[in-house]
């Protein structure tokens, strides 16, 4: 049973020094490029070992804005990336990016809220 809960945020930014410097100097977050993708930065809100919470919070990736209307996205754990984005649609929501792999981690996908809400799903390994 997974808990449908917020697992992971992004942050979009135009200049992504000044948005690490300012959520590192405020929050004191760790905020590093990712090894092995292209303009995205992990942000650990709370310590991690090996990739597992050592304690309560929700950990993030700080990324290039793709466009200017691009928000900042939250990330909600289910069971099933393809059970869900059926749920979704049948509910009156709409996928808006498919089931995508994150090699060695799990899959996501891009959906809308009946309001046009945007939302991501996530499938852990």
Do not use: C
């Not at 990739?51 to 290039?64: C, E």
């Not at 069971?79 to 808006?96: C, M, P, Q, R």
């Amino acid at each position: 049973m997974v808990d449908h809960t917020i697992v992971h945020f992004e942050i979009p930014a135009d200049d992504i020094e000044k948005l690490r410097n300012f959520y590192s100097k405020l929050f004191g977050w760790k905020i590093e490029k990712m090894q092995g993708f292209e303009e995205y930065w992990s942000i650990e809100t709370v310590p991690v070992d090996k990739g597992n919470l050592l304690r309560p919070g929700v950990n993030g990736g700080l990324m290039k804005k793709q466009n200017p209307e691009h928000n900042p996205v939250t990330y909600i754990a289910v069971e099933s990336v393809d059970e869900y984005s059926k749920k979704i649609e049948h509910l009156g929501g709409k996928i808006t990016v498919p089931k995508q792999e994150i090699p060695g981690i799990g899959w996501w996908a891009f959906a809308l809220d009946p309001e046009g809400n945007l939302f991501g799903i996530f499938e852990s390994r």
